[in-house]
């Protein structure tokens, strides 16, 4: 990986649309799915979907920081999915769909932690936010029909209305 390029890794529900809402954002340079924060190695799809292996289904992104900051991919992670619904997203149940910001250093947690907070404040949602703010740990990634799953489909969308 390019010395200036930098990691960050989400979780919004279904990593499907996650990862098209972060493909089109300038500075993105690459994107892939897969799964964080569980106790399994080496976890698969079908595993993942037991809702027993604590992973969430994330979106890791390579970004160029002198083209995109860290803030700016934190306001397409909120305003893409519904932060205060626990363990879920539209009709997809479980903590694999749990809303989630795994940050790779120092910075990226005080951002995080800080737009959190502002977000809250802001009075935008009637619930509390159940954002989990964690430290990166290994990326699994997804299996390779996962991998710009809409993009390969011509799709832009699979969100309920």
């Not at 737009?115 to 619930?127: A, P, Q, T």
């Amino acid at each position: 990986m390019d010395k200036n390029l930098q990691k960050a890794t989400f979780g919004a529900g279904c990593f499907w649309q996650v990862e098209e809402d972060f493909h089109h954002v300038d500075g993105v340079k690459a994107t892939a799915v897969g799964y964080e924060g569980g106790n399994v190695e080496n976890p698969d799809y079908e595993t993942v979907c037991t809702d027993r292996t604590g992973h969430a289904e994330v979106v890791e992104i390579t970004y160029d920081p002198n083209e995109v900051k860290y803030e700016t991919l934190l306001e397409t992670f909120w305003k893409n999915h519904n932060p205060t619904t626990l363990d879920r997203q539209g009709p997809d149940v479980g903590s694999q769909y749990r809303s989630a910001i795994f940050y790779h250093n120092d910075e990226q947690k005080k951002i995080a932690e800080k737009s959190k907070e502002e977000l809250e404040k802001s009075g935008k949602w009637k619930n509390p936010i159940v954002t989990q703010i964690v430290p990166a740990q290994t990326f699994w990634k997804a299996e390779d029909y996962h991998q710009k799953y809409l993009h390969k489909r011509g799709l832009t969308s699979c969100r309920f209305a």
